[in-house]
């Protein structure tokens, strides 16, 4: 067990979920729960902080030239170190009693992630301050804050579906045995949808629009029977307009993005060693993460792998819980 000095108890424990599309914030001794965009706007001349999260969102194609709008995070690995700090910095310290103490942090990093991709992780979260920090890989955080019934002491799998990746894992006795990280989520869902309608109607539609129709209007099985309209620019006459389609129509966007997924899956049982194959038939498959939210995913992966598939309340807060949870435990460390 590990010995911890009075300072502990003074200390803020926070955990970061640091994703590409949204960074969750789980400050425990609070216990409040904040997730923002990761999304900073930097200014080009003084190259001071403009905005973070929702509000450098509301900028995107809207701001002045003189705005940089930056995802500090790519894939799940921080692209923009410098922009990656900032951000941080903003977010926590939005917390005074987070500025004023030091904090003890647990964040997330992908799976397989090189060294080089975690020192920039953990040098961006000690410049908020920060004095001791727990690297934690995604799909084992997520199965920690699954909060569903499962023998940890038998193997599960685990699909994390986020905004830059997704990641599938065998883990058993706490540990991961075998996982895969597809450069691909959320966002690139959105710009399949955007490639949809130029491609088809040569509609070009902006990233928000696209985001928009992802979370009203996507149905991989049983879509309703009625239409949406879309706006956007057309690319011939290049003047703004609009169009009705019938849901049903995306289906085939939708379905081709989550078929790379049920490939991968099942690549990935084949991998898996006999020993835990049968855990799995008995456990069946969790999803977490904010694409686990799509409409009829459960019922589409669950025909296509011939597996269960179970997905918790609020998937897309399996990680932060996750986090918290190593956090909590007096003997886990990184």
């Known amino acids: 067990m590990v010995q911890r000095d009075i300072s502990y108890y003074f200390s803020r424990l926070i955990a970061i979920d640091l994703g590409s599309t949204n960074t969750t914030i789980y400050n425990l001794r609070r216990g409040k729960i904040k997730k923002v965009p990761t999304l900073i ?18 900028m995107l194609g809207r701001a002045p030239a003189r705005y940089h709008i930056i995802a500090p995070v790519r894939n799940g690995a921080i692209a923009n170190f410098d922009a990656a700090c900032k951000l941080l910095k903003q977010i926590l310290w939005q917390d005074q009693a987070i500025k004023r103490w030091p904090s003890i942090v647990a964040v ?57 990746t997704t990641e599938i894992a065998v883990i058993a006795l706490g540990g991961i045995v075998l996982g895969s990280s597809l450069k691909k989520g959320g966002e690139e869902l959105d710009q399949s949808l955007q490639s949809y309608f130029r491609k088809k109607y040569l509609l070009n539609i ?19 029977e009625r239409k949406i309209k879309v706006a956007g620019i057309f690319l ?8 009705e389609i019938k849901i049903s129509e995306l289906q085939e966007v939708w379905q081709s993005h989550f078929n790379d997924l049920a490939l991968e899956i099942q690549k990935v049982f084949e991998r898996t060693p006999p020993e835990l194959v049968s855990d799995i038939v008995k456990q069946g498959i969790f999803l977490a993460g904010g694409g686990a939210l799509m409409r009829s995913l459960g019922e589409y992966l669950q025909q296509r792998t011939s597996l269960p598939v179970k997905i918790p309340e609020h998937p897309a807060d399996c990680t932060v819980k996750g986090l918290a ?9 990184n």
Do not use: F, W
Not at 42 to 56: C, F, H, I, N, P
Not at 206 to 214: D, F, N
Not at 325 to 333: A, R, T
């Open 108 to 164: 997330n990093i992908p799976y397989g992630s090189s060294q080089v991709e975690k020192q920039a992780v953990k040098e961006a979260v000690r410049s908020t301050g920060s004095k001791e920090i727990h690297l934690v890989e995604s799909p084992l955080a997520a199965m920690m804050g699954i909060e569903l019934p499962y023998n940890p002491l038998q193997g599960s799998m685990i699909v994390d579906l986020g905004g830059g």
């Open 325 to 333: 949870k190593v956090l909590m435990s007096k003997d886990g460390k």
């Open 236 to 243: 011939e006459s290049r003047l703004p307009g609009h169009l």
């Open 41 to 58: 706007a930097l200014d080009r001349v003084s190259k001071t902080v403009e905005a973070v999260g929702d509000k450098a969102k509301e």
């Open 206 to 224: 902006g990233q928000r629009v696209a985001e928009k129709i992802k979370l009203n209007s996507a149905y991989l099985l049983h879509p309703p």
